[in-house]
């Protein structure tokens, strides 16, 4: 079984990088209030997936603005695949060894109910 990417798995990134997997590009200042960081706190996270390869940072100013996107890279795109999936298989390897599976467990099944005595005798519904 594949080994957890630390740098993914972290919570904040794994955020940021599934909202930027659904997504063309995010702004900084989207990904701000979506995941609702200080400014500092979100520049460290996403600089350390850009250092990794996970994603492009575009800067541009839009008039006097500066204006700073991200997008997911390929690298970024597969990497947060295989994390995801690597969880699923740790979770279905864990339901495993309970001696249940997710596919064949059933909920309980609830107590008929009786029926109200003017109901008696009118077809159910």
């Known amino acids: 079984m594949e ?25 900084f200042s989207f990904l701000l209030k979506a995941l609702r960081l200080s400014s500092g706190n979100l520049s460290i996270h996403m600089r350390k997936l850009e250092q990794a390869g996970y994603l492009s940072v575009t800067k541009k100013f839009v008039g006097r603005v500066p204006r700073t996107a991200f997008s997911i890279t390929p690298a970024g795109r597969n990497a947060l695949r295989r994390h995801w999936r690597t969880l699923d298989d740790m979770r279905a390897g864990s339901e495993m060894k309970q001696g249940r599976s997710s596919i064949t467990a059933k909920a309980p099944s609830l107590p008929k109910r009786k029926r109200h005595p003017s109901l008696r005798g009118m077809p159910s519904g």
């Open 3 to 27: 080994q957890l990417d630390r740098l993914i798995h972290e919570p904040v990134r794994l955020r940021a990088l599934t909202l930027l997997s659904g997504v063309e590009e995010a702004e």
